[in-house]
């Protein structure tokens, strides 16, 4: 059956402003692929990232540059091929995802054999001076896991400010790559002293062979030193557990894949997130089905989500529903 394929950029405002390390945004902006094959439709989101050398333009050409492939029939396995790990890949794959569920007249979860369960995602608190993050981590404190965008020279007042607004959340800092050797023992002591759960990428991707030397209490967690399964067996010794997510693996499929390797490899996993919307989120709600921590707030940084949109309760998000994805 010849399959259409269509890709659109498209733009959700953000609630406010969210900032990182890196620099500030007040909108999502997204790719979207859409692959039509005999009256059904099948769905998918990225979120290119500047940090991996993706541009908003760029992931759309390389979607589109598939169009003929996907005409010609290619599926999930030639795509990995194709596409290299990214945003785009991302996006395709699952279009296809949805896409076959829909002409198997069955779920995502159901194709992959599972029966989802809600979770419960962090919310991530946007870096800001301590007293700001402190106020929203005080807003927030009712929820039982925060995200702490970290990567200052002042990043102890910004942790201490977060642990005493927020005394009963399990919390967990992301640095952003913004620490150093100089001083990753100091936070490393202060993140232990404060009871966080988890730290994700203190330091550089490509220079973080200290973590193989440094004691720590904390587990520390790969984000930007991971992307794909092959990634994996170089980071034992220096981290502890994984961030996967889709828009690094390059999609469902992959990130299956990894998922597995990283457990059988003894790493806790997070599954996270770009700022996407709730078609990005949905693939990503069965992938976090038992790992440890899920990080799937996209969807409530946003001022507008897409209709329907995934459920949230508080910090609870539910499986997604066959009218959104899956």
């Given at each position: 059956m010849r399959r259409n394929l269509e890709a659109t950029i498209e733009r959700f405002p953000?609630?406010?402003?969210?900032?990182?390390?890196?620099?500030?945004?007040?909108?999502?902006?997204?790719?979207?692929?859409?692959?039509?094959?005999?009256?059904l439709i099948g769905r998918g989101?990225?979120?290119?990232?500047?940090?991996?050398?993706?541009?908003?333009?760029g992931v759309l050409e390389d979607v589109r540059s598939v169009s003929e492939a996907i005409f010609e029939g290619a599926d999930r396995a030639g795509l990995q091929r194709i596409l290299k790990p990214g945003a785009a890949r991302n996006a395709v794959d699952c279009a296809l995802w949805d896409l076959e569920a829909k002409q198997a007249g069955q779920s995502v979860s159901a194709l992959l054999g599972i029966t989802p369960r809600p979770l419960?995602?962090?919310?991530?608190?946007?870096?800001?001076?301590p007293e700001a993050m402190a106020a929203e981590a005080a807003k927030n404190g009712h929820r039982p896991l925060l995200k702490v965008k970290l990567g200052t020279a002042d990043d102890e007042a910004r942790m201490r400010a977060v642990?005493?607004?927020?005394?009963?959340?399990?919390?967990?800092?992301?640095?952003?790559?913004?620490?150093?050797?100089?001083?990753?023992?100091?936070?490393?002591?202060?993140?232990?002293?404060?009871?966080?759960?988890?730290?994700?990428?203190?330091?550089?991707?490509?220079?973080?062979?200290?973590?193989a030397r440094v004691h720590r209490v904390v587990p520390v967690c790969a984000d930007e030193s991971v992307?794909?399964?092959?990634?994996?067996?170089?980071?034992?010794?220096?981290?502890?557990?994984?961030?996967?997510?889709?828009?690094?693996?390059g999609g469902l499929t992959e990130g299956?894949?990894?998922?597995?390797?990283?457990?059988?490899l003894g790493f806790q996993v997070m599954v996270g997130c770009m700022v996407g919307t709730s078609l990005a989120m949905a693939p990503?709600?069965?992938?976090?089905?038992?790992?440890?921590?899920?990080?799937?707030?996209?969807?409530?940084?946003?001022?507008?989500?897409?209709?329907?949109?995934?459920?949230?309760?508080?910090?609870?998000?539910?499986?997604?529903?066959?009218?959104?994805?899956?």
């Open positions: 953000i609630a406010g402003v969210f900032t990182i390390s890196r620099g500030s945004k007040t909108e999502a902006e997204v790719v979207t692929c859409t692959i039509r094959a005999g009256g989101e990225c979120v290119p990232y500047r940090r991996y050398g993706e541009t908003i333009e419960t995602t962090a919310f991530t608190l946007s870096l800001g001076e642990r005493l607004a927020a005394p009963q959340s399990a919390i967990i800092i992301d640095a952003n790559e913004g620490w150093t050797e100089d001083n990753l023992e100091r936070h490393l002591q202060i993140a232990e002293d404060l009871r966080i759960a988890l730290i994700e990428q203190p330091l550089p991707a490509g220079r973080d062979e200290a973590l992307h794909a399964t092959e990634d994996l067996e170089a980071l034992r010794g220096r981290y502890d557990a994984v961030n996967i997510k889709l828009d690094k693996t299956l894949r990894m998922k597995a390797e990283a457990k059988r990503a709600v069965l992938l976090a089905q038992e790992v440890e921590y899920a990080d799937l707030d996209g969807p409530l940084l946003l001022a507008r989500d897409r209709q329907p949109g995934l459920r949230y309760e508080g910090s609870t998000v539910f499986p997604p529903a066959a009218d959104l994805w899956g």
